[in-house]
């Protein structure tokens, strides 16, 4: 018997109740209701899909997710499902992802929603916010419980006719390159930095100039002076970047970015032509991905940090706490000045926060107690 008849079989035979329970547990909306009707599957009809992403092709970690991904799609869905991959520049610049995926020259993208707050205020809540939650809370916020975080997500992303989906987060970032100490805030002033996002403006509204600068010309600036400073991901990204060879002092943390979360994107028009089995295949890779990525990083930062500790003569500091007080006032001032000027932006950061201040009281009795009190070998 072929395989796709003996599959038919099984869907359409005495398991299907079994199966239809699996299914329907599975949708791309956490917060569905369980009872769901079978998909009816045309195991004849394939779909070839496009993705471009904000990073080159093959990028590590970053740029290797949208390969997972695809290469997911094609084995769950037993091939019906191709998806080629296009790196920055190749088919449209990479912070054009967003418009190419919203007017279907790609059908999906991946990126990361900060570089798109230019697009809605809002969109900036769903990478990072400076001094907000760590990935592990930012994933309950989004797909746990009622998963209310996706629901502000999608209606984020709707207008422009796109649904985004978890697509990995780097954990807590470090908090950058400098080429001079900092001992206070007044060390931040007239400080060129490339630093993304509302970061950013916090940086300006410390006195220092906010530079976004594309990950290829990060190193080249850094090194000629056009910029003082850079912040980029953690050790690993930033040594295969060898930017311990252009700034002696490493900070840390990543106030700036303390669970920075990817993301895929999907035109709303295609993703609604597809049947619903593949768009809960499309969803479970992306949880998948989602998982990976956050191991993957916290291996290799561990792994390299050593490596920077060991093999080079950089300096690795902790920002002081007057620096890190200063900013965070500046943080409340800014994220204040987004949400009083765009209604749905209160509405996400009310939800963020709200999330934020209690899953932290948990946090506080068990993580922080754990690291305070138990000592690492």
């Not at 904000?54 to 695809?70: C, D, R, Y």
């Not at 490596?307 to 002081?320: A, G, L, S």
């Not at 509405?347 to 899953?359: A, E, F, G, L």
């Amino acid at each position: 018997m072929k395989r796709k008849d003996f599959i038919k079989k099984g869907i359409l035979g005495g398991t299907a109740l079994g199966l239809g329970s699996v299914i329907s547990g599975c949708k791309s909306d956490p917060t569905h209701s369980t009872e769901s009707e079978l998909p009816n599957i045309n195991f004849n009809k394939t779909f070839d899909w496009r993705m471009t992403t904000v990073w080159g092709k093959n990028f590590p970690v970053l740029g290797e997710s949208a390969n997972m991904l695809a290469n997911l799609v094609n084995k769950m869905s037993g091939g019906r499902m191709r998806i080629k991959i296009y790196g920055s520049g190749e088919l449209v610049p990479g912070y054009e992802t967003f418009d190419a995926v919203s007017v279907g020259v790609t059908e999906m993208g991946c990126g990361a929603s900060y570089y798109w707050q230019g697009k809605s205020p809002a969109a900036v809540f769903f990478t990072a916010v400076p001094f907000g939650m760590n990935s592990q809370q930012l994933t309950s916020w989004l797909i746990g419980g009622e998963a209310v975080g996706y629901q502000l997500w999608k209606e984020t992303y709707e207008p422009f006719n796109l649904i985004p989906f978890l697509g990995g987060n780097t954990g807590v970032q470090m908090g950058g390159w400098f080429n001079k100490e900092i001992n206070s805030i007044e060390d931040l002033q007239g400080l060129k930095m490339r630093i993304p996002g509302l970061a950013g403006k916090v940086l300006e509204k410390a006195g220092g100039a906010a530079i976004n600068v594309p990950a290829g010309e990060i190193f080249t600036n850094l090194e000629r002076g056009v910029i003082d400073a850079t912040e980029w991901v953690g050790p690993y990204h930033d040594y295969k970047l060898g930017l311990h060879k252009a700034a002696k002092y490493y900070y840390s943390p990543g106030w700036h970015e303390t669970g920075s979360q990817m993301e895929f994107i999907a035109n709303l028009s295609e993703w609604k032509k597809l049947p619903e089995d593949l768009q809960e295949i499309i969803y479970a890779a992306s949880i998948n991905v989602h998982s990976w990525m956050l191991a993957e990083f916290d291996q290799k930062n561990a792994e390299y940090l050593e490596i920077i500790k060991n093999e080079t003569d950089v300096q690795i500091r902790t920002f002081p706490d007057e620096v890190l007080a200063q900013l965070k006032a500046h943080s409340a001032t800014s994220i204040n000045e987004i949400t009083s000027s765009n209604s749905l932006a209160e509405k996400v950061y009310d939800s963020y926060v709200k999330h934020q201040n209690q899953i932290n009281k948990w946090s506080q009795l068990t993580e922080k107690a754990y690291y305070d009190k138990i000592s690492i070998r």
